[in-house]
């Protein structure tokens, strides 16, 4: 093989400012990513002392030709194999600032090591051999740059030496790959024309293509602009923690997370969703620090509250004032999948969105993109390994969220199938869903919501129990009602907070209005406020029973989106069972009740709802 050196190599001086850039390097396997890597090391003097001596010294011992790419020598077997397998990450810095670059695997099997690398990367270089040409991973990898939504894209055309430093090569490539890229939403900042054999147009610019005068690749990682700080979008966080303080009465909670987005103030009124709880911020808290006088984007936090509300993991705050987060329950996404098993629909998967997990179906399959070629096809009904679709997702549970076109780090989800990661994507759409309606309601019912000075854990405290609705549901004949009341009564026997709730006490009252309102939409508001009743009551602490003909998925949707869906315990008597109901427990009613209202209250205890 060849050895020619950078025709200007250029030591770069030391005083780099201090700003930092995550870039990654990406494009079909062998062509030549991991190379452009060592060079870029080399070139820009950031070898430790002797380290390339050693390895070409090596490389001679060995008999085996030189290769730059042993100098990113991460992994041992990477070195072995002559492939790149986990993403490496190697450090050098120009005159403009510091680069972290990571340098992803061309190979398919690997496909989820690059998505790993991009989606930690502000920035890439895409590299294709331009002997080789545009290959499946060059698109492929082009297409998953736009998705995860890496913006700043350079286009490296590398081998030159290996088509005599021809600008008609490198103009077809260019021309090819320019009009493919213009559907992925992605607009290269630059196309260089490189040798990493022979160093040109890397760091520096070299004499054997004097045709092109678009700068090198070091020059255009410098050119790439840093991406707006995120303090300045709307402020998110989502809550990974609610510490509460251990001390004697000490109600007070920390509500800790990563801020994603903006700043935060002692003063300021969060909001969380989707719950729509709020309160103003009472005092910062971090970790073996002084406390600050405002936290922004990127920093670690907790903070007090002035009321103590109940907030739950996996929820997004926000600021009153500000663009709130999103919230549904059915989402439009592009996504990409990585699993053996293809994405299929109706199979149940979990979505983890920042510190939110919730379960997901595959509602329908709009197109999908064999992302190679980008040939769409419509109507398939699945999602094969290495494609990417645009879906519909249906959730276990409204999420919050952003679009992908306003808070990336909001946006961004992976696909979970039994423990392993198998896909991932962005948010492209909030659609509406079943309980959009009862949902708004909710949220503004919370926001509103005055809390009084007493916690949730000193009424439980009190009380020796843990707020339930429990619902009893079966067939019109089935001994429901008995089974309530009598449950009610050996509860309350045995000195615990307990209420029957028959559903004509609320029809002719509460629904005095609404009660001949004829149709789907009187029903599902009976539902509503029966949930809001029931809101109340559990808040309040008491174990609420209730009874229900033959409940149905739906009405049970609209109760777990009226009132915080772990509270609540369904129990079927008899065996007429419903479909999409799941129940806490089976029981069989008629001549066995006592024995029934036993079973109830064991499952009551074995939950943690009655404290022993
Ligand atoms: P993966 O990590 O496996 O995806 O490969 P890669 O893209 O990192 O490719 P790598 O840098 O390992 O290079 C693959 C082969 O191409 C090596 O044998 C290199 O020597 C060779 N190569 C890289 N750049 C050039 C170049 O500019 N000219 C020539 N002639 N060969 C090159
Ligand atoms: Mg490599």
Redesign the pocket.
């Known amino acids: 093989?060849p050895r020619t050196t950078a025709p200007t190599p250029a030591a770069i001086p030391m005083e780099a400012s201090h700003e930092k850039m995550n870039i990654v390097i990406v494009?079909?396997?062998?062509?030549?990513?991991?190379?452009?890597v060592?060079r870029l090391l080399a070139d820009t003097g950031s070898l430790p002392e002797g380290k390339l001596e050693a390895v070409r010294e090596n490389c001679r011992l060995n008999a085996k030709p030189f290769?730059?790419?042993f100098l990113i020598d991460a992994l041992s077997d990477e070195q072995s194999q002559?492939?790149?397998i986990d993403a490496a990450r190697v450090f050098f810095k120009s005159r403009k600032r510091h680069y972290i670059l990571i340098?992803a695997?061309?190979?398919i099997e690997f496909l989820k090591n690059m998505v790993t690398g991009a989606s930690r990367a502000e920035s890439a270089l895409l590299?294709i051999d331009a002997k080789d040409g545009i290959q499946e991973n060059s698109r492929r990898h082009g297409y998953l740059l736009g998705l995860l939504g890496v913006r700043h894209v350079a286009v490296v055309v590398?081998?030159?030496?290996?088509v005599d430093f021809s600008q008609a090569v490198f103009d077809a490539i260019r021309a090819e790959f320019t009009e493919f890229l213009q559907e992925t939403g992605v607009t290269p900042a630059a196309f260089i024309p490189?040798?990493?054999?022979?160093g040109d147009n890397v760091a520096g610019s070299g004499s054997r293509m004097p045709w092109h005068t678009g700068g090198t690749i070091l020059e255009a990682l410098d050119a790439f602009q840093k991406e707006p700080p995120l303090d300045d979008q709307p402020f998110r966080m989502p809550v990974q923690d609610v510490y509460k303080f251990t001390q004697f009465r000490d109600d007070r909670r920390i509500v800790a997370g990563t801020l994603l987005g903006g700043r935060l103030r002692p003063g300021q009124e969060v909001v969380f969703l989707p719950s729509g709880k709020k309160s103003q911020v009472n005092s910062l808290e971090v970790f073996n620090a002084p406390t600050p006088a405002v936290v922004s984007a990127g920093q670690t936090v907790g903070f007090t509250l002035r009321e103590q509300i109940y907030v739950q993991r996996g929820e997004i705050a926000s600021l009153t004032g500000e663009p709130p987060p999103k919230v549904s329950s059915r989402i439009r996404i592009s996504l990409f999948w990585l699993g053996r098993r293809p994405m299929q629909l109706r199979k149940e998967y979990v979505l983890r969105l920042g510190t939110a997990r919730v379960k997901a179906r595959l509602e329908a399959v709009n197109r999908v993109m064999d992302a190679s070629s980008l040939a769409t096809q419509e109507n398939k009904g699945r999602v094969e390994r290495h494609d990417v679709a645009e879906c519909v997702l249906s959730l276990g549970k409204a999420l919050a969220f952003d679009l992908a076109t306003e808070n990336k780090s909001t946006s961004r989800f992976v696909i979970v199938d039994e423990y392993e990661i198998c896909g991932g994507g962005i948010i492209l759409e909030a659609l509406p869903d079943a309980q959009k309606w009862v949902r708004d309601k909710v949220i503004l019912r919370n926001y509103k919501w005055e809390p009084g000075l007493i916690s949730m854990e000193t009424r439980q405290e009190r009380y020796s129990q843990r707020p339930a609705l429990i619902i009893v549901t079966g067939a019109k004949e089935a001994e429901k009602k008995r089974i309530a009341k009598e449950l009610e009564s050996t509860l309350f026997t045995i000195g615990r907070l307990v209420y029957y709730l028959g559903i004509g006490s609320v029809l002719y009252g509460v629904d005095a209005d609404i009660r001949s309102a004829s149709g789907e939409s009187g029903h599902a508001e009976q539902i509503r406020r029966l949930g809001e009743i029931a809101h109340i009551l559990l808040d309040a602490g008491v174990i609420l029973i209730l009874t229900m003909v033959d409940m149905t998925a739906e009405d049970l949707e609209v109760l777990r989106t009226v009132v915080n869906p772990d509270l609540i315990e369904t129990v079927l008597v008899g065996d007429h069972a419903l479909p999409g109901v799941s129940y806490t427990l089976q029981v069989m009613g008629g001549t066995q009740v006592a024995d029934s209202v036993r079973e109830i209250k064991t499952v009551l205890q074995d939950r943690g709802i009655l404290y022993r």
Not at 27 to 36: A, E, I, N, Q, R
Not at 158 to 162: G, S, T
């Open positions: 093989m494009g079909h396997v062998d062509h030549g990513k991991s190379t452009l060592g290769e730059y790419a002559g492939i790149t340098d695997p061309g190979h590299v590398n081998k030159m030496d290996l490189v040798s990493g054999m022979t």
